[in-house]
Structures are given as structure tokens and as C-alpha cells.
T-cell receptor, first 111, second 118 residues
């Protein structure tokens, strides 16, 4: 089945850039997503990228997609303490219905 | 809209008891998903519905788990009998299919129910 993998933890200092990486196995992905989960809350969509794009920028967020290597990354510029959360990578396939989530990367931002 | 509503937010029960988790999706959404989140296994899809019909329940761990969606605005996930290994946060999410350009999918998650089985 589909497999989405992420590293479990990342720790950065406030003001630095954070880069969260994700690999996936299914080449028929149509969209890839980053969701953010704050403590005690559900997941919220942060950003997404269509599979025919290489990059998407949205304010402090930059998403890079390497379709050949099936690698997705999320870069957060000028990371703030409020960015501390768990970040999930996810893919949806041509049939739309199911999402496949990674295990989540816990980002810790130190002041 | 109030978003996806789940109840209860916290549930503590004893092994062997029946547990019922509830979800109200966003009005107009025709897909509903139940997920389970644990430290060991991350976020797992248990089952999802389309137009109140279960489409894929391959993630349901075993027969002790059952889910229903009697109408478009309500779903339940029941565990009977519950076991300590069922302790987790259970999320409900809903969405509707977009069409046309930019038809990405966004699942809207509820706040979750934290279940502890002693």
C-alpha cells in the first residue's frame, strides 16, 4: 500500500529556518499536503501542492516537490515559537477519496 | 459553521466497557472519515463514508470496532468491549469533493476524543 514517511522530531532556534522532509511511494499522487496539528487540537491544512508543480511559496512557507525522487519538503522561514506543532505530510491519489498521512514531525522551536 | 464537532472530548473507561464516540460533520460535506492517532502508529484511517455509506473499512482493527452513519449529520464509532490498547485520540474529519481547476481536497478535522481505557 501507500507509504508516507517523515522523521519524527526537529528542533530549531527561533528565527532560523526549519525544513521538514517527507517521502512517499505512490507516483499517482495528484495533490500533496502539509497539515499542522497544534497541541490538543485536530489537524489543519497548512498548504498543498499539485503534483505537476515543483515549488509553491506562501509567505513564510515554501513547499518543494521532487517527483522523480518522491520527496516533499516544507521550509518555514524565520521560525517562531508559535510554529511549534506536529506537521503531517499527506498525499491523495487520483481517486480522491483517501488520504495517506505520514507519522508526523514534531517541530520544537527554542526561544 | 462550527466546524466538525466531536463528543466527548475526553473519555475514561474500564476495560470491557462499551465506548461510543460521536461526530457531527460540517453541513454539506458528503465524506466522513474516522482516524486514530497513537504515538506508536501515528495517524491511521479506520473507516470512511460517502453519502452515509461505508466505502472502506479496511483500517478497522477488529470486530470490536463498528461505525455507523445513520444520516448526513451524524456518525458514531463504537468499541465493544474496549481494551487498554484502544487508548488513543480518535479524530473525525469531513470533506466534499471539489471540481474543476484547483480541485485539491481539504479534510476538516474535529478536535478529537481522547480515549483512555484502564
Amino acid at each position: 500500500g501507500e507509504d508516507v514517511e517523515q522523521s519524527l522530531f526537529l528542533s530549531v532556534r527561533e528565527g532560523d529556518s526549519s525544513v521538514i522532509n517527507c517521502t512517499y511511494t505512490d507516483s499517482s499522487s495528484t495533490y500533496l499536503y502539509w497539515y499542522k496539528q497544534e497541541p490538543g487540537a485536530g489537524l489543519q491544512l497548512l498548504t498543498y501542492i499539485f503534483s505537476n508543480m515543483d515549488m509553491k511559496q506562501d509567505q513564510r512557507l515554501t513547499v518543494l516537490l521532487n517527483k522523480k525522487d518522491k520527496h516533499l519538503s516544507l521550509r518555514i522561514a524565520d521560525t517562531q515559537t508559535g510554529d511549534s506543532a506536529i506537521y503531517f505530510c499527506a498525499e491523495s491519489l487520483y481517486n480522491f477519496n483517501k488520504f495517506y498521512f505520514g507519522s508526523g514531525t514534531k517541530l520544537n522551536v527554542k526561544p | 459553521d462550527a466546524g466538525v464537532i466531536q463528543s466527548p472530548r475526553h473519555e475514561v473507561t474500564e476495560m470491557g466497557q462499551e465506548v461510543t464516540l460521536r461526530c457531527k460533520p460540517i453541513s454539506g460535506h458528503d465524506y466522513l472519515f474516522w482516524y486514530r492517532q497513537t504515538m506508536m502508529r501515528g495517524l491511521e484511517l479506520l473507516i470512511y463514508f460517502n453519502n452515509n455509506v461505508p466505502i472502506d473499512d479496511s483500517g478497522m482493527p477488529e470486530d470490536r470496532f463498528s461505525a455507523k452513519m445513520p444520516n448526513a449529520s451524524f456518525s458514531t464509532l463504537k468499541i465493544q468491549p474496549s481494551e487498554p490498547r484502544d487508548s488513543a485520540v480518535y479524530f473525525c474529519a469531513s470533506t466534499t469533493r471539489r471540481t474543476g481547476e484547483g480541485s485539491y481536497n481539504e479534510q476538516f478535522f474535529g478536535p478529537g476524543t481522547r480515549l483512555t481505557v484502564l
